[in-house]
Nanobody, 120 residues
């Protein structure tokens, strides 16, 4: 079971990026999914989460600029990032709480991270 994130890159301030994350492997079910980020020299912080039925929570600094969504049929989670600022520069990690079909263990998985760099 793994998460694969994509969509990061270099963008100018004010621009947009859309991150994607795909969960694959032996998955019985997925509960909440989300995105965290870690800037250089800082701790990893929560960006946004989304439940199976679509309820979302976002960190205050991104609430009006970022939108999290998911496609339950394809085990995908997305992060649409608009009006990007240099302070948004970080490695973005997707995460999911899921049950492994083979082991029946309830796990928190992390993707490998995707770099987002916003230039001023």
């Amino acid at each position: 079971v793994q998460l694969q994130a994509s969509g990061g890159g270099l963008v100018q301030a004010g621009g947009s990026l859309r991150l994607s994350c795909a969960a694959s492997g032996s998955i019985l079910s997925i509960d909440s999914m989300g995105w965290y980020r870690q800037a250089p020299g800082k701790e990893r912080e929560l960006v946004a989460t989304i439940t199976t039925d679509g309820r979302t929570q976002s960190e205050d600094s991104v609430k009006d600029r970022f939108a999290i969504s998911r496609d339950n049929a394809h085990n995908m989670v997305y992060l649409q990032m608009n009006s990007l600022k240099p302070d948004d520069t970080a490695v973005y990690y997707c995460t999911a709480m899921l049950t492994d079909r083979m082991t029946l263990k309830y796990l928190q998985l992390w993707g490998q991270g995707t770099q987002v760099t916003v230039s001023s």
